[in-house]
């Protein structure tokens, strides 16, 4: 079993170091399971529990105050699981197995998609704020308006603050387009996992969202193709601008130059540069082939890894 791990693409981390054995322990883990599938979500789960990454504990915070998980899954035989827009869920990569295993759909979304988790065992009721996220939530410029204010409401104090830094300063107009903006600025955010298993993969991206997103806002992580793919010619998770993501369906593009011959590292390569091109915005991804190759790439200011087979470490 090989497994590559990324912990989101964006600025650098506060706790590089801390962050990497959090990485490593996930790609490790992936790499003792039985199945890609087992792999990736063994991995992901790892992460998902983890409050320095924004997905699981330690997700964003909505407009309205409350953080909401997403997750996609994607085999190499088209197996397909997504669940997006729910609070309470920390293992939202499992739910996004649960969907592809034990339904015919390929995703499920909001209070249905939490309820759906909570008939199969899964924990629905975790708080996913840190004290971290809490401080910084209570630190924002302006109050953000109730949670029960009419939609416009919250999304002209959306308009304000969605893409902007961490000091409330404006992204600059490089970093938009179309009067969008960097899903990313200031943030880490998503993570994700590649494994496989001789011609066999599994891909899953799980997420906490985007900081002072539109509440229910949902990016490309639980989008089939954007933020996670497979084939068999390889797997991809992306990380970054989710709009932009999903607009190119990046993943995708990925998977596709792994099917035309490409290798691990051109894929990945080739995926960012054309989203770049495309839309101006920041991403990464990582990749691995059916040769056994592993590709990352990225175009923010950083992008942690890790990688791991058995019997080695890293």
């Given at each position: 079993?090989?497994?590559?791990?990324?912990?989101?693409?964006?600025?650098?981390?506060?706790?590089?170091?801390?962050?990497?054995?959090?990485?490593?322990?996930?790609?490790?883990?992936?790499?003792?399971?039985?199945?890609?599938?087992?792999?990736?979500?063994?991995?992901?789960?790892?992460?998902?529990?983890?409050?320095?990454?924004?997905?699981?504990?330690?997700?964003?915070?909505?407009?309205?105050?409350?953080?909401?998980?997403?997750?996609?899954?994607?085999?190499?035989?088209?197996?397909?699981?997504?669940?997006?827009?729910?609070?309470?869920?920390?293992?939202?990569?499992?739910?996004?197995?649960?969907?592809?295993?034990?339904?015919?759909?390929?995703?499920?979304?909001?209070?249905?998609?939490?309820?759906?988790?909570?008939?199969?065992?899964?924990?629905?009721?975790?708080?996913?704020?840190?004290?971290?996220?809490?401080?910084?939530?209570?630190?924002?410029?302006?109050?953000?308006?109730?949670?029960k204010a009419p939609a416009q409401d919250h999304l002209a104090w959306v308009r304000e603050r969605f893409g902007r830094s961490e000091a409330g300063t404006a992204v600059p107009d490089a970093d938009r387009r179309d009067g969008g903006v960097d899903d990313h600025?200031?943030?880490?955010?998503?993570?994700?996992?590649?494994?496989?298993?001789?011609?066999?993969?599994?891909?899953?991206?799980?997420?906490?969202?985007?900081?002072?997103?539109?509440?229910?806002?949902?990016?490309?992580?639980?989008?089939?193709?954007?933020?996670?793919?497979?084939?068999?010619?390889?797997?991809?998770?992306?990380?970054?601008?989710?709009?932009?993501?999903?607009?190119?369906?990046?993943?995708?593009?990925?998977?596709?130059?792994?099917?035309?011959?490409?290798?691990?590292?051109?894929?990945?390569?080739?995926?960012?540069?054309?989203l770049a091109d495309a839309t101006g915005s920041e991403a990464g991804i990582i990749v691995l082939d059916n040769a056994g190759g592993?590709?990352?790439?990225?175009?923010?200011?950083?992008?942690?890894?890790?990688?791991?087979?058995?019997?080695?470490?890293?």
């Amino acid at each position: 079993m090989q497994v590559i791990v990324h912990g989101g693409a964006g600025s650098p981390a506060d706790e590089p170091d801390d962050r990497q054995q959090v990485l490593d322990e996930a790609a490790t883990t992936g790499s003792e399971a039985a199945t890609p599938t087992d792999a990736v979500v063994a991995a992901v789960n790892v992460l998902e529990r983890d409050e320095r990454f924004n997905a699981g504990v330690g997700s964003a915070v909505q407009s309205d105050g409350i953080p909401r998980t997403d997750a996609g899954l994607m085999t190499d035989d088209r197996e397909v699981g997504a669940a997006c827009a729910m609070p309470g869920v920390r293992d939202a990569a499992a739910v996004a197995r649960l969907v592809a295993e034990e339904t015919p759909h390929v995703q499920v979304a909001g209070v249905h998609a939490v309820d759906l988790a909570d008939d199969f065992g899964i924990d629905t009721s975790v708080d996913l704020r840190t004290d971290a996220t809490r401080e910084r939530w209570n630190g924002m410029d302006e109050a953000a308006p109730p949670a029960k204010a009419p939609a416009q409401d919250h999304l002209a104090w959306v308009r304000e603050r969605f893409g902007r830094s961490e000091a409330g300063t404006a992204v600059p107009d490089a970093d938009r387009r179309d009067g969008g903006v960097d899903d990313h600025h200031g943030d880490h955010d998503t993570v994700g996992a590649v494994a496989r298993d001789h011609d066999r993969f599994a891909a899953v991206t799980s997420t906490g969202g985007r900081w002072a997103a539109l509440a229910g806002r949902v990016g490309d992580v639980p989008q089939v193709g954007c933020g996670f793919y497979c084939s068999r010619a390889g797997g991809a998770s992306a990380t970054g601008a989710g709009e932009d993501i999903a607009r190119v369906t990046m993943a995708r593009r990925a998977v596709a130059h792994l099917e035309m011959g490409r290798d691990a590292q051109d894929a990945a390569d080739l995926a960012v540069e054309e989203l770049a091109d495309a839309t101006g915005s920041e991403a990464g991804i990582i990749v691995l082939d059916n040769a056994g190759g592993v590709g990352e790439a990225y175009n923010s200011d950083a992008m942690q890894t890790a990688v791991a087979a058995p019997g080695t470490s890293d």
